[in-house]
């Protein structure tokens, strides 16, 4: 059973940064990790993904001020230009295999989430 633990929300003013992490209790080949992020009313929606070979996708709305990476077996996602609208719990997501599908659906292992607002 794999355990998912994120890190690093908060509250920002828009246009700030906020950086997000979560590790992973262990990784098995391949795999894809991904971030997303529900708001009040919303449904879940996928932000960036990352592959264990390092190929990255992102949502459109957050193209250009959003990055995930992975560094020494935990993974971040740099936050920044960020507006109200990015206002959500986010959650990091993990499944196993090659793809990175972007429906919540299709992965296995969650988080507990982390709070992130952004004031206007």
């Known amino acids: 059973q794999v355990q998912l633990v994120e890190s690093g929300g908060g509250s920002v003013q828009g246009g700030g940064s906020l950086r997000l992490s979560c590790v992973a209790s262990?990784?098995?080949?391949?795999?894809?990790l991904a971030w997303f992020r529900q708001a009040p009313g919303n449904e879940r929606e996928g932000v960036a993904f990352i592959g264990s070979d390092g190929r990255t996708n992102y949502a459109d709305s957050v193209k250009g001020r959003f990055t995930i990476s992975n560094e020494h077996a935990k993974n971040n996602l740099q936050m920044n230009s960020l507006k109200p609208d990015d206002t959500a719990i986010y959650y990091c997501?993990?499944?196993?295999?090659?793809?990175?599908?972007?429906?919540?659906?299709?992965?296995?292992?969650w988080g507990q989430g982390t709070q992130v607002t952004v004031s206007s």
């Open positions: 262990l990784y098995s080949y391949p795999y894809c």
């Open positions: 997501a993990m499944r196993i295999g090659s793809l990175c599908p972007m429906s919540p659906n299709e992965y296995y292992y």
